[in-house]
């Protein structure tokens, strides 16, 4: 994929300053190391008149397919085409505009150590990506890009200019010109932009991607008159992230018409309220009481079965105590999942030799769980029929058989204290059942029993007298000693 950037200049102002702001000299080409391929900055041309820089970004098509198989969180750009086979090496994507970052990452600061004074010069510049995607076609590239003071042609690009009855693409050949526009914000409105237009990020959108929003969208986009569609877009239609970008942009809007800064709005509340403290979560809490137990239980080598997205595999490789972290899951999906909140594919070697992750099914024996100090199945067996409980039990505590198990399970009683959750409702549509604190406590102690382990029972959460906890957790020890000194 292509872009070039083009300025030009007076004998007073030469063009030349722009390799200056962009910290690439001129007279070289030179390339740069991106996860997915190399980028090449090169100047087709450069003298005081027009100076013209090109950023080339060569995809590596099979590094992309092992990186996640160049998809964002709504699935591949064309579900039609093969992995191998698709219009990512070509098209300007999310994959530019994070080489833009990389490769000009002073220059999107506005950072010029040779010539502090050059970055805040306005500059006329034009701009031209000849192939983009636009879902929205030329008119949304219109409405993003007009109302910044670019002047833009989006010309549309033809299926095949063989058959013009097929109409055209949904590729656009972008121009921008601006008369008076410094680089800096030429840049963080392509880095903001083209991942939008094209609706599609070829990584997982986590939570510090709204700092990353409103760092490149600073004194433009809380005015922008697409906001809304802009942000959405840029954070995969994640509403928790949109929603927190949309409230710290409304703060931001306000302090300006308020010419006041952010801090003085955001506070504008009782002093008491500032002092207190928000609760932990009860996810947080499960996973401080999972990890406390496994640090009394001396275990090393954990299975976390039934891993989900991989939050207590994360919150686990954060201790070295644990130097062996297993997590199984029968969903791909979620697995994939666990992979990019873990960043294996960035981890480093030592990191990566403690973590592993793969697909199995907790009903079925399994060789590939034996032999780890410890298991835990936190928030897992309430999705499973009460049928098929009898052989998850023997698969952990009759094949698997670790020193200590942890299991986690919902207390229905406490279901009366949530007010949003409706009488007789369970905490989660695929939950098949939920325990009482007696009915939990049968279950474990029967389980115990049968299969040579002691277990004690641990309150999560607040424990309401009246109700118990909200989270129940059984610890159990093997117990038989022959069993016991093997493991």
Known sequence: MFLTITTTGTPERPATDLGYLLHKHPEKAQAFSTSYGTAHVLYP????????????????????????????????????????????????????????????????????????????????????????????????????????????????????????????????????????????????????????????????VAPDEVDKLLRAGEGWLPGHPEQKLITSRYLARRWSLTRAATERLELVRLAETDDSEVEEIDNAVEAETETEERPTPLAVQRREAVTAALKASGAARVLDLGCGQGQL?????????????????????????????LKLDRMGERQAARVKLFQGSLAYTDQRIKGYDAAVLSEVIEHLDLPRLPALEYAVFGSARPRTVLVTTPNVEYNVRWESLPAGHVRHGDHRFEWTRAEFRAWAEAVSERHGYGVEFVPVGPDDPEVGPPTQMAVFTLTTPKEAKAA
């Open 313 to 341: 595999v994360q919150t686990l490789l954060k201790d070295p105590a644990f130097t062996e972290i297993v997590g199984v899951d029968v969903s791909m999906r979620a697995l994939t999942i666990a992979s990019r909140r």
């Open 45 to 204: 041309e450069a003298d005081a008149g027009r100076c013209t820089a090109a950023l080339l970004l060569e995809v590596d098509a099979v590094a992309l397919v092992r990186r996640g198989k160049g998809k964002g969180r709504g699935g591949a750009p064309d579900a039609a085409l093969a992995q191998y086979v698709n219009d990512r090496p070509y098209a300007a994507s999310s994959l530019l505009a994070v080489a833009l970052s990389n490769v000009f990452s002073s220059a999107m600061k506005g950072v010029c150590n040779a010539r502090p004074e050059l970055p805040a010069v306005p500059r006329p510049l034009r701009i031209e990506v000849p192939a983009l995607p636009a879902r929205g076609g030329p008119g949304l590239v219109r409405r993003l890009f007009e109302p910044l003071g670019w002047t833009v042609t989006a010309e549309p690009v033809p299926l095949d200019t063989e058959f013009p009855q097929w109409g055209d693409s949904r590729y656009v050949r972008l121009e921008l010109e601006s008369v008076d526009r410094t680089l800096a914000e030429a840049l963080r409105h392509l880095y903001v932009l083209l991942p939008v237009l094209d609706d599609a990020k070829h990584y997982w």
